[in-house]
Nanobody
Framework: QVQLVESGGGLVEAGGSLTLSCAFS????????MGWFRQAPGLEREFVAG???????YSGNFANDRFTIDRDNAKNTVTLRMNNLKGGDTAVYYC???????????????????WGQGTQVTVSS
């Protein structure tokens, strides 16, 4: 059974750091492109960062100086290291998987085949 489970969310002060992790089971993880998205109340799911199966990385402009995506194929996990967190980063963060290699990019939620249930990140001021 395909399953993605996010962990690592919580409450952090502005300027602090947090690392999210996503465990992806039920697929050949090495052949999947992975992404992190976030969604705040009333807003659409927003691209945060993506990493292809061969480790090419992408990130949104708001995040590319503060957030780092990585993957560990031996552990079937993808992580998101978030530094210098701001109040605007408060959201539910979701991990997604897209089978590949194939076209379409990693920037839109519709490209992904599987999603986790999300983990809440709350940044206090």
């Amino acid at each position: 059974q395909v399953q993605l489970v996010e962990s690592g969310g919580g409450l952090v002060e502005a300027g602090g750091s947090l690392t999210l992790s996503c465990a992806f089971s039920g697929v050949d993880f090495n052949n999947y492109n992975m992404g992190w998205f976030r969604q705040a109340p009333g807003l659409e799911r927003e691209f945060v960062a993506g990493i292809q199966w061969h480790s090419q990385r992408y990130s949104g402009n708001f995040a590319n100086d503060r957030f780092t995506i990585d993957r560990d194929n031996a552990k079937n996990t993808v992580t998101l290291r978030m530094n210098n967190l701001k109040g605007g980063d408060t959201a539910v963060y979701y991990c997604g998987g897209k089978g590949g290699p194939r076209g379409g990019g990693l920037y839109t939620a519709r490209e992904y085949d599987y999603w986790g249930q999300g983990t809440q990140v709350t940044v206090s001021s």
